[in-house]
Each structure stands twice: as structure tokens, then as C-alpha cells.
């Protein structure tokens, strides 16, 4: 997705983010095991993505997934002005956020979970990595047209000094009331929160750290306490094997991967019907 001016993680300068750890020293471990985690990951050539079959145009796998419902949410207009506004907002300068352009999820993204929030009717709804909040802005937008259901987003955000005040800088003000927003890393948090949630969460959709060992975990760890029929989306999918092996593990009804738009990057859905 396009977007305006903005200073990327790299020009945070050692001091600042010296500065910024100093005053959440508790989080010390938890960033210091992503770094590791990724360091270790980009080592690894055996994590690096398989073949990818893509599965054709978003409306089509939409419409396969979620019959009418799907296709009819892509066209309305409430989706169009809510994509203006995540546009607009996204031109803004974010200066010292530590959120560059390749932060942002993309429209075919942002459409995919639009169309699943209105089709499946979700009383909660998951995702991982918020960012400046694209996937968050396209979920809340689709749960105010429902008129029901909560997001709840996981979010540890980058060492930077503005980080945290333009973490969901994308999502308009009047969607914010049906939002949670949880600081810290999923490893930390979200087996606790699908606890708290129940088995009431039909939604999942991931997009924080892509290492395989942490997209697969999260993925595994949402599936286990997904109401039925429910939906698990993943960005980035082409990094390494984690989406196919966990297609391969839990056999969804339906599932495929999407080219992203303005993006080299592919989003993976699975859709599992009730039991
Ligand atoms: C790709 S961006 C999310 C993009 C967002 N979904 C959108 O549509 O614009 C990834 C976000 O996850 C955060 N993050 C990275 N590793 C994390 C982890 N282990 N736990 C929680 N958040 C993490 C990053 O700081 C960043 O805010």
C-alpha cells in the first residue's frame, strides 16, 4: 500500500532506542529474543519458502470462501471510503515512528479480512502486528457494519520515539471503540488471550514476526480455539513453509495463497467449516 514520508526502523538512532529500552526495561528479554529469533531464522535455509501456487483473484477465492456474502462485501461503499481514509492517513508523515512503507499491510490484505469480518460474523476477531494498523482499520470497519464484535490486536512496536503514538495511525477515530489494543510479543500473550476469549474468536489473522517458528506457532495456537466456521489469515506467506505446513497439518476446507497488490509479498487463507 502506498504511503507518505517516513523515517524506517534503520535511522533510529543506537541512543534513542538505548533511551527508549531504559524506560521499558521489562521488555529487554522479549526484544532481545525477536532479534535472535530472527537472526537465527535468516541463517536457516531450510526455513526458506517452498513452492507457491497462487490461487487466483481475490474476488473469486472471496466468493469460493464465503458465497455472496463475500463477493457483496468487496463492493460496498462503506469498504471504498474506508480505504480513502486508510490512504489519507497513511500520507502523513510518521517521522521517528520506526514504521516504514514495507510495515504496511496491503489493500488485498486489508479486503481479504473485510470480507471475512462481514461474511463470517465474528464476536472476536485476533490479529498479530498492528504497525500503523491497515488489517486492524479494514477489520473494525467491517465490524462497525456488522454493528457487532471486538478486535483485539497484539503489538510490540519498534524502538522509536514515536513508535507507540502512531501505532493504528491508519484506523479513523469513530472505529477505535470496538478496538483492544495489547503492548507486548505474542509468545507472551496470545495464548492467554484466546483463553479469555473462549473459543468465541472466529477470526485470526497473523502479521507479526514472520520467522517460521513464530507463524507457525501462532497459527497452531489460534486453529486450537477457533469457533467453526473460522478463519486463518497470514501475511507474507512466501517467507519461509510455515502456511504450507500448517495446511498441511490441519486440512482446512478451503485454503490458498494471494498475490498481493503494490506489494511483493503473498497473504494465505484457510477457512474451516463447522465440525
Ligand atoms: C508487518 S507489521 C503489521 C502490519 C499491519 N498488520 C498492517 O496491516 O498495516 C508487523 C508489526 O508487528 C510488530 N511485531 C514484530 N514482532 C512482534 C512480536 N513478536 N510480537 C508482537 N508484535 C510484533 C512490529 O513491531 C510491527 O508493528
Not at 101 to 127: F, M, Q
Not at 176 to 203: F, N
Request: glycine share 10%; charged share 30%.
Amino acid at each position: 500500500m502506498e504511503s507518505g514520508r517516513n523515517v524506517g526502523d534503520g535511522a533510529v538512532r543506537l541512543e534513542t532506542k538505548l533511551k527508549l529500552l531504559m524506560k521499558r526495561p521489562n521488555e529487554l528479554l522479549a526484544r532481545a529474543g525477536i532479534k535472535l529469533e530472527s537472526g537465527l531464522a535468516v541463517r536457516d535455509a531450510s526455513m526458506v519458502g517452498g513452492r507457491i501456487e497462487e490461487s487466483g483473484r481475490l474476488d473469486d477465492v472471496v466468493e469460493q470462501c464465503h458465497g455472496s456474502a463475500g463477493g457483496e462485501a468487496l463492493n460496498e461503499p462503506a469498504l471504498r471510503l474506508l480505504e480513502a481514509e486508510i490512504l489519507n492517513r497513511l500520507s502523513l508523515p510518521a517521522n521517528r515512528s520506526g514504521y516504514s512503507e514495507l510495515h504496511n499491510g496491503s489493500l488485498t490484505l486489508g479486503r481479504l479480512c473485510y470480507a471475512a469480518v462481514r461474511a463470517l460474523k465474528p464476536d472476536i476477531v485476533i490479529e498479530t502486528g498492528v504497525a500503523r494498523g491497515v488489517t486492524s482499520a479494514c477489520v473494525l470497519g467491517a465490524l462497525r457494519e456488522n454493528g457487532k464484535g471486538r478486535l483485539h490486536s497484539i503489538d510490540l512496536p519498534p524502538l522509536a520515539e514515536e513508535a507507540e503514538r502512531l501505532t493504528g495511525c491508519a484506523i479513523p477515530e469513530l472505529l477505535k471503540d470496538r478496538w483492544s489494543l495489547h503492548r507486548g510479543t505474542t509468545r507472551a500473550l496470545l495464548e492467554d488471550l484466546l483463553r479469555q476469549c473462549g473459543g468465541r474468536m472466529r477470526v485470526f489473522i497473523h502479521d507479526s514476526l514472520h520467522t517460521h517458528r513464530n507463524m507457525y506457532w501462532e497459527m497452531m495456537a489460534a486453529y486450537k480455539t477457533l469457533a467453526r466456521p473460522g478463519m486463518i489469515i497470514a501475511d507474507d506467506v512466501e517467507l519461509n513453509r510455515a502456511f504450507e505446513e500448517f495446511v498441511e497439518e490441519t486440512k482446512p476446507s478451503r485454503s490458498g495463497i494471494l498475490q498481493e497488490s503494490g506489494k511483493e509479498a503473498c497473504c494465505g487463507y484457510t477457512l474451516f467449516e463447522a465440525r
